[in-house]
């Protein structure tokens, strides 16, 4: 009697891979990891539904073929049938129709899903989303009714505003409003910048730069978000010796001296006063003026005089001389003081 040996099942049949092959419209075209390259290398096939898609021309002369194709899910799957790599390039905004499908597929568990991957071909770096803002602004700009009428000093007004309102949030400790309010005052810097960048075409295109300028502008010529970026990192390597150069500062006072010292040869002012606006609230104003005439060593006394004034003048000057900031102080105590009133009042905080 012969045993019966029951045959071996045969061998299931490799269910290949899928790679979605990502990539940031931050980066330049091209500029691809090293894993991304060698996948692309190695696949059977390369699909891009896009036939604009950025990184097509740096594939093509790198000799890797891409197929204009968008399969849906099971087409896919079944591309990958006997153990092939499919890359697949998605759009800039993604593809969810696809991601979508393999997902239902997967969790059917009718097919035989091959391997998925999802692989980024090149990251954002820190900062990268400021491109988008220029991008969003510039369009705004351009295309928007208000905001493409808009001045530097139309737009003043804003600046003050959204400057108090990011105290406020700071002061009040909340986060939330923190990040919207920091995000309220980038708005003015990168809106300003596109107004003085558009100052360039129009000159250019008229060739009358007076018809141009605002009433009191100055004639130094138009800039960009990149000239403002620009001049402020150099300030900022500058006035930083000991970060950037060879200078040593173990104490914030030793930081504020480099500072200081580093402004006075870059702006070679005639007076300690020079450069403090004149506009800005009173108490501060005081203060500032104190604290140059304090720090620069000038020796000079108050004024005296009759009335609440010279009073807040001589309690804002004691107020930085004691190193404490005499409107952030006022604010405070009048955030008290609201809310003593609406308690008064009996309605909440």
Request: hydrophobic share 40%.
């Amino acid at each position: 009697m012969t045993d019966h040996v029951p045959a071996e099942p045969a061998p299931a049949e490799p269910t290949g891979r899928i790679v979605l092959l990502t990539t940031s419209h931050r980066v330049a075209p091209g500029v691809l990891s090293w894993p991304a390259w060698q996948v692309l290398h190695a696949a059977d096939r390369v699909l891009c539904a896009d036939p604009a898609h950025p990184q097509l021309p740096y594939l093509r002369d790198a000799g890797i073929e891409v197929e204009q194709a968008a399969p849906d899910a099971p087409a896919l799957v079944g591309a990958c049938a006997g153990g092939r790599t499919v890359v697949v390039l998605p759009g800039g905004e993604g593809d969810r129709r696809l991601t979508d499908g393999l997902a239902r597929l997967a969790g059917s568990g009718r097919v035989s899903m091959p391997d998925l991957e999802l692989l980024p071909g090149s990251y954002d770096l820190p900062g990268a989303r400021l491109l988008d803002l220029v991008q969003v602004m510039d369009r705004i700009r351009r295309e928007c009714p208000w905001s493409s009428r808009q001045t530097h000093r139309g737009l003043a007004k804003y600046g003050i505003e959204e400057a108090y309102e990011l105290v406020e949030a700071i002061e009040d400790g909340n986060r939330t409003e923190l990040r919207e309010e920091l995000g309220d005052v980038l708005l003015q810097v990168v809106f300003h910048a596109r107004i003085a960048e558009e100052y360039r075409a129009d000159a250019d295109a008229e060739g009358e730069e007076g018809e141009e300028r605002e009433e009191g502008e100055d004639g130094d010529g138009p800039f960009s978000i990149d000239d403002v970026a620009g001049t402020l990192v150099e300030k900022l390597v500058r006035r930083h010796p000991h970060v950037f150069g060879d200078a040593t500062a173990d104490t914030p006072e030793e930081v504020k001296e480099h500072w200081l010292r580093t402004k006075a040869v870059e702006k070679q002012r005639e007076s300690v006063t020079d450069g403090i606006p004149l506009g800005q609230p009173g108490l501060a104003l005081a203060a500032k003026l104190a604290g140059r005439a304090r720090t620069g060593g000038v020796p000079v006394d108050l004024p005296r005089g009759e009335g609440v004034g010279y009073e807040l003048l001589a309690l804002a000057a004691r107020a930085e001389a004691a190193g404490t900031d005499p409107e952030t102080a006022l604010r405070a105590a009048a955030r008290a003081y609201r809310d003593a009133i609406r308690a008064a009042e009996g309605v909440g905080p």
